[in-house]
């Protein structure tokens, strides 16, 4: 039950990019900056390209 609390407000971000921020910090916090940068990548690339991709197939309708 300890553990849901302790991650209750990274999967209220979403289900996607929470688990992805909660990877970001406990990889630091834990001393695994290799692992969290890469989690940091992911979730800049999902935030950035999704968006954009949602973009290009809405408008490959229009």
Do not use: C, D, H, Q
Request: proline share 8%; charged share 10%; no cysteine.
């Amino acid at each position: 039950m300890s553990r849901f609390k302790r991650l209750a407000p990274y999967f209220i971000i979403g289900p996607i990019s929470g688990p992805l921020l909660a990877g970001v910090v406990i990889n630091f916090r834990e001393g695994r900056p290799v692992l969290g940068s890469l989690y940091a990548i992911a979730l800049t690339l999902y935030t950035l390209l999704l968006p954009s991709f949602t973009a290009k197939l809405s408008l490959n309708l229009v």
